[in-house]
């Protein structure tokens, strides 16, 4: 149902369709733009009443009362047309108005899916209009099926989502592709209007329409990047492609994990246990760990190798088969020993440390490995990656020093949670702090 009657509605309805008589429902607003196109071209507008039948036709006359260099800003208020907010309003109808051309063209074009696209933009414009005449909160809405949060995210990373870099626009591009970078060009010029009728200071007075404004343009670059890589090349122009809406090879999906960063611990077998902590000991849990059953314990130990000893080293549970005590490679310069890069359990060649409890200390034999990075997963959310038990795969994370881990090993296992681990030196290397993610490619 239409809510706002736009200059742009009366132009397609009286140049493409020859309509002289609108008719509209009793609570649709008409812009300003309408009034003077409709009595311009000496069209009747009409409103429906609520069950049948017709009220009275609205006046598109000039009011005798309103002096020509003054608008309507909403039913009650009249302002001068240099207003911004009227200002903003003629930038939104402008931006509708190229809209709705290069939808045309993509019809004529054979590109549905691009038009279908750009048609939710139009949408999303009359709800700003309207918001703004009505002075009400937008609803909740989204753009190419994304959420406001989503759209940032992925117009920052459309190599990462859509397969692009980043491609500045020239003129030997795809047709559709130097449209949408118009489109998107032209809706900054909305923001800018914008700005200037709702911005004070510091302060936004319509932050909703703000955010709206911003994901558009955001929108329109991501169909931009999908543009240039071919996507809707039934769009070009005349002589151009023929297939229809082509999808270009798109990741099927992103496949993000939290990363965890692991500090320096010891696993303990049950008879390590009692030489540390005392006969019959068993570890106490303090926390439980992201990894089905794991904990870290209440214990704690030191460590001591040839050149220095580390103290209140944590210890994690449950007991194992064999001990095992993870440093990084900072921490194994400090005690002086020399631990090779492995995975947790794998022990060949892994270094010798001595380990002192409360009630007893222990050489440990060949128990000292670097942790090699890895994913754990549970096989449900490694057959959504398409990946396996054992499979190496660059991990990419982002930030202020972003570093990609080459040869990270994927471990799968039905206890295993989606966690991506690693230790210390490598978590400085690449800045990270809570809450990181990376990014998996095969
Ligand atoms: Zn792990």
Redesign the pocket.
């Known amino acids: 149902m239409m809510e706002i009657l736009t200059e742009s509605d009366l132009r397609i309805g009286f140049f493409v369709r020859g309509e002289r008589e609108f008719l509209i429902d009793p609570d649709t607003v008409i812009t300003e733009e309408s009034r003077i196109f409709a009595e311009h071209h000496g069209l009747r507008i009409e409103r429906r009443k609520a069950g049948s039948g017709v009220q009275r036709p609205v006046t598109v006359s000039p009011g005798k009362a309103k002096p020509e260099h003054m608008t309507n800003l909403n039913a009650q208020e009249l302002v001068p047309k240099n207003d911004p907010r009227i200002t903003f309003r003629g930038k939104l109808d402008t931006f509708q108005a190229q809209l709705l051309r290069v939808i045309a063209k993509c019809y004529k074009y054979n590109s549905p899916k691009l038009a279908e696209y750009l048609y939710e933009a139009v949408e999303l414009l009359r709800k700003v209009m309207a918001a703004d005449v009505r002075n009400e909160p937008l609803p909740e809405w989204t753009f190419l099926g994304l959420s406001p949060e989503e759209l940032r995210e992925r117009s920052h990373h459309p190599e990462i989502y859509y397969n692009m870099k980043h491609q500045p626009p020239e003129a030997d591009m795809r047709y559709a592709a130097l449209e949408l970078n118009l489109l998107r060009a032209q809706s900054r010029e909305v923001e800018m209007a914008f700005s200037c009728a709702f911005i004070e200071g510091t302060s936004v007075k319509r932050g909703d329409i703000a955010t709206l404004l911003n994901r558009l343009s955001s929108g329109l670059y991501i169909l931009y990047c999908r543009a240039a890589g071919g996507e809707f090349d039934g769009c070009q122009a005349a002589g151009g492609g023929t297939q229809c809406c082509q999808a270009a090879s798109v990741p099927a999906k992103v496949m993000q994990v939290p990363v965890e960063v692991?500090a320096r611990h010891i696993h303990l077998t049950k008879s390590d246990v009692e030489k540390l902590f005392g006969t019959g000991h068993r570890l106490t849990c303090k926390r439980e760990l992201s990894?089905t059953g794991e904990f870290l314990s209440e214990e704690r130990v030191a460590l001591r190798g040839p050149k220095g000893e580390m103290t209140n080293v944590a210890v994690l549970g449950p007991e194992r088969p064999a001990t095992q005590v993870e440093l990084s490679l900072s921490d194994a310069r400090v005690l002086g020993v020399n631990p090779p890069i492995r995975l947790?359990g794998d022990l060949s060649g892994a270094a010798d440390i001595a380990v002192i409890g409360p009630k007893g200390e222990l050489e440990a034999r060949g128990a000292v490995i670097a942790?090699r990075s890895?994913i754990?997963l549970a096989p449900e959310d490694a057959k959504e990656m398409g990946l396996q038990d054992k499979q190496l795969v660059s991990v990419e994370v982002k930030g202020d020093r972003p570093v990609t881990f080459q040869d990270v090993v994927v471990r799968v296992k039905p206890s295993f949670r989606k966690?991506m681990?690693i230790d210390f030196d490598e978590a400085n290397a690449a800045h990270i702090g809570k809450d990181a993610v990376g990014l998996v490619r095969p």
């Open positions: 692991s990894q947790s942790a890895h754990h966690f681990h």
